[in-house]
């Protein structure tokens, strides 16, 4: 596959070509393909614990986005900051997190990263300088530039990259983030994620040009637009991306286009999209297509590729009881921990 419009090298096809060109070798692949199967099984399992009734609130799941999401995260160092969206499990999963930590958050129990008062939509371990996500629609892009101004005056050799979605482009924080980071060449990572859908919005009806990492050449911003299904071309121009900004050139605006199989959120019937369309998204999903790429060039078997798979859902099961099994949070300590 080609980058859909980019101002980087067409990455070569074969998948043991690509992956020496890319610094890889078979146990790093392996262990991303292992990371989007947690991806995918924490999903299922938080739509299954939702329907049973144990999370409170609303949730957004990225079943489909997995690609995206280990791509980013393989390309970022650990040290790296990182702001999220509200549909960032898999992100937050990507960056290392220890998934009965976010479990318990999910399930809002006191062994979780927030001690339970975050939730699905605003998990955070500010120790590993990720710095959450919040219920603002674009709300992390202004916070990633205040991150990156004080990078840049702490003379620190980091970044910080920001993700947000299709409908969040559309917003006007966009343009000044852009313009600042630009202006004074920050060091962020504007990662838009293209799901196609805003709520019950398709891209097309919301945005009148496409693609919409274009618009970072009014800002005079490198910028890239990709097939986000691609984990190999994701992890190419994230690595790219990030290079840039470490050097110190200035903020790179990239755009991986994916597909979220579940609606919006838990209170979405997805009568707006049309079987047949989620069907096509389906036949192209990111980890059957890297599967299938990595059995086809003798890197595993179809029962080692089914065993990663078990494993992985073994992992959130675990978590789950971990999870079940940890306290409720002190009522009477409600207020701690808590910055307003």
């Known amino acids: 596959m080609k980058n ?18 890319l610094g890889l070798d078979s146990e790093q692949l392996l262990e991303m393909l ?25 949730m957004h799941l990225s079943a489909g986005q997995e ?16 702001l999220n969206h509200h549909r960032g499990h898999g992100h937050f999963i990507a960056k290392n997190a220890d998934i009965n930590r976010m479990m318990a958050e999910f399930l809002g129990k006191d062994t979780g990263y927030c001690r339970g008062r975050g939730g699905s939509m605003h998990i955070a371990d500010i120790e590993s300088n990720n710095l959450g996500a919040n219920g603002i629609v674009g709300g992390g892009l202004s916070l ?10 702490q003379r620190k050799d980091l970044i910080v990259a920001v993700v947000f979605g299709d409908g969040a482009a559309n917003e ?12 004074w060449k920050l060091p962020v990572l504007f ?12 891209v097309n009806r919301a945005t009148s040009k496409l693609p919409i990492a274009q618009r970072a050449e009014g800002y005079g911003m490198k910028w890239h637009s ?4 691609d984990l190999l071309m994701v992890y190419e121009t994230m690595k790219q991306a990030v290079g840039h900004v470490r050097s110190g050139d200035g903020p790179v605006f990239v755009e991986a286009e994916t597909y979220r199989y579940f609606g919006h959120s838990k209170s979405d019937r997805n009568l707006y999209r049309t079987k047949e369309e989620i069907d096509r998204w389906r036949a192209v999903d990111p980890i059957a297509i890297m599967r299938r790429e990595i059995i086809g060039a003798g890197f595993l078997t179809e029962d080692q590729a089914d065993e990663i798979d ?10 789950v009881e971990f999870a079940e099994n940890s306290p409720e949070p002190d009522v009477s300590a409600v207020e701690e921990y808590v910055y307003a």
Do not use: W
């Open 4 to 21: 859909k419009e980019s101002n980087v090298e067409p990455i070569q096809n074969d998948l043991r070509s690509r992956i020496d060109a």
């Open 34 to 58: 292992t990371t989007m199967s947690i991806i995918r099984h924490f999903e299922r399992m938080a739509d299954h614990l939702y329907a049973a009734g144990k999370v409170h609130g609303t």
């Open 67 to 82: 690609a995206v999401a280990v791509g980013l995260g393989a390309a970022l160092r650990s040290d790296d900051y990182f």
């Open 144 to 153: 990633a530039v205040g991150v990156g101004l004080a990078l840049q005056m």
């Open 172 to 183: 006007g924080i966009l343009h000044e983030s852009l313009n600042m980071a630009a202006l």
């Open 191 to 202: 990662v838009c994620e293209n799901n196609q859908y805003a709520m019950s919005m398709h």
């Open 226 to 229: 990709i097939d986000g299904n």
């Open 310 to 319: 078990q494993k992985a859902q073994q992992l959130i099961e675990l978590a």
